[in-house]
């Protein structure tokens, strides 16, 4: 069994039914499907599964409990399957979550930030269905704001940090040490631009 998590739906769903026919079942619901931890073993997502499977919005690229905490073997981080799905312009958004189970892990290791306007549960999942959010390290990672305008990408951040703008297969394309604002000009080929912003060891990933 491959596991998934499910945002915004009434209804529970059967764990016999096929890996798509549950995602199916949670976007149906008018809910959010988002694959868990891709490379924790084992209970890992394969590439092809992330390819064949269709209908998910989201795939968890940072976990803390498994990149922390070894509830699972494998790795917590999925910036690698990400970027091999985004490179095949399968458009999935990516989150982070603590996947905290008493006595695993804890709190505020990892998380999303959305950009809504007000504070409640239908404006945060269509913001989330939208993409409209990032991914972040716990609250010690930093605090970003995106700007976009025209072929240009504005990333500031609220402290000093090592800004880089990714593109297909995870190629840096940009990247600027110790900075609090970098601009990155779209020149039409990436496929798709991500970005990440990393201070302490803590990261932020945009959508």
Known sequence: MLFRSALGIQDGIDENLSEQERIDRVVDQGGYAILAHPNANPYAWSLQSLMTNLNFQAIEIYNESVQNWAIFAGSGRALNNWDSVLSKKKVVWGTGGNDYTPGNGGFDGAGVVVFAK???????????????????QGSEAPRITVDISDSQITINSDRESKIQFIGKEGRILQETEDTASATYDVVGNEVYVRTQVTAN???AWTQ
């Open 201 to 203: 060891r803590k990261s």
């Open 118 to 136: 007000n504070l409640n549960q239908e404006e945060i999942l269509q913001n989330l269905k939208d993409g409209n959010f990032y991914a972040l």
